[in-house]
């Protein structure tokens, strides 16, 4: 029987596996940690129900639930389109396939602008000056751009400090930052949805939130409230920061060099990684972008 099954099984239908069971885990890594998780599991009970009442010859509840799964199906790209956007977004940008590794963290200790973003996020810090300052990455964020004021101009402490003061008519939004020029500030970032347990988020941190949630970008947030500063990526939130060396730290270690190359990786080393991640917090400091907490 064994050997009649192996023949019957080709080249071809090995790498049919291999590529279906890839996409299935990559598809698993794209809703882990979202709602989508909830959605699919209850459309699995509804499947589930469905099939019981077909044994059993459930007529009624057959015909209910067939309409149920049908009008889930109509709406589930509804349902899940910050998902579904976040995947094409990944995908565009290779995020999803990607099995380098990113440049080392000492290949980045003098980049002046994470220097001059930490400089000016912790005296923001220190006098109660809220801020929201975005660090564009791989993720075009030119839709936000636009709706604020378009500066160009070089980046410096001195210019973010005369920003975000209160008396300046863009210190209200966000400061978009790609490379060592602000491109834009007072711009409007989406809000992320409001949450019914944990701590109440403020206006900043919802749209940090939000807008890492879509993008690869990362955000830095000064508190007016507290002075507390935190790093958005990937839709969490660090514990606050006080230390300016620290948030330098992670501000290289969240964020990509410019004009670097990527590490060629090994891909049953990431792989290994990324099915058991508890391996690699084992590692991780303190401070490390993976310990993020939401």
Known sequence: MLS???????????????????????????????????????VLVLLGLLGLANVFHLYLMGTILQLLVAVGVVSLPIIFQPELRRALEQLGRGGVFRIGEDVSEARRSQDPAMAMLADAAILLSRSRLGALIVIEQQSGLKDFTESGTILDARLSVELLLAIFNTRSPLHDGAVIVRGPIIEAAACFLPLAELRTGGKRLGTRHRAALGLTDQTDAVVIVVSEESGAVTISRAGKLTRPIEDEQRLLRMLLAVTRGPRERRAPGDFVTQLRSRLFPQLRREKARADHPQELHT
């Open 4 to 42: 009649g099954f192996l023949s019957n099984v080709g080249v071809t239908d090995l790498i049919d596996v291999l590529a279906t069971s890839l996409l299935i885990y990559y598809v698993l890594l794209l809703i882990r940690g979202t709602r989508a998780v909830q959605i699919l599991t209850g």
